[in-house]
């Protein structure tokens, strides 16, 4: 299994990209309804490689887990935010990452990829702050096995009506 963070992409990471646009957990339109297609998709990618930012969030790179050589896995790890220390009560000793929005290709679904790069992660930054959609399975078994604790867990609100749309499983591993 190969790591990589950097901001370079092809056509497999923008494929890969936007599949996850359209999985119901790792959508980034869950609140706003957005959908995302084709060139948009590879103009997102861009416009991230060249601020080094997506959402609002400054990334630390785009992680590609090969497999094989195949492109297996995606996400956008970033630092938590100095909002998120104060929403959460984390200690703001400890310097916490999150791996946003891991999504793992169909064809490599239940082999443990999620959980090995979360290991890989906290070698990388030790202090790891991980969310699930309290309906992923898998993402909440991922931490579960890894030993994560759970802190909270968050509503997550549309932004004018103030409607719950769904919640969050919050975990950190220190």
């Given at each position: 299994m190969e790591f990589i963070l950097d901001f370079d992409y092809d056509k497999a990471v923008v494929d890969l990209y936007e599949q996850s646009l359209q999985n119901e957990f790792t959508t980034e339109g869950r609140i706003t309804g957005r959908t995302w297609k084709g060139d948009q998709v590879e103009n997102r990618l861009y416009e991230a490689s060249k601020?080094?930012?997506k959402n609002g969030y400054d990334l630390l790179g785009f992680l590609k887990v090969k497999v094989d050589g195949k492109l297996a896995a995606l996400?956008?790890?970033?630092?938590?935010?100095?909002k998120?220390?104060?929403?959460?009560?984390?200690n703001p000793i400890n310097a916490y990452y999150r791996l946003s929005g891991i999504f793992v290709h169909p064809d490599f679904r239940g082999q443990g990829i999620a959980k090995k790069v979360l290991e890989w992660f906290i070698n990388?930054?030790?202090y790891v702050f991980w969310t699930a959609d309290t309906?992923?399975?898998a993402s909440n078994r991922v931490a579960e096995k890894m030993g994560l604790k759970h802190i909270s867990t968050q509503p997550v609100e549309h932004p004018t009506t103030k409607e719950t749309l769904y919640e969050l499983n919050v975990y950190i591993n220190k």
């Open positions: 601020t080094r930012s996400c956008f790890p970033r630092e938590v935010t100095s998120e220390y104060g929403v959460y009560d984390l990388e930054k030790k309906e992923n399975r």
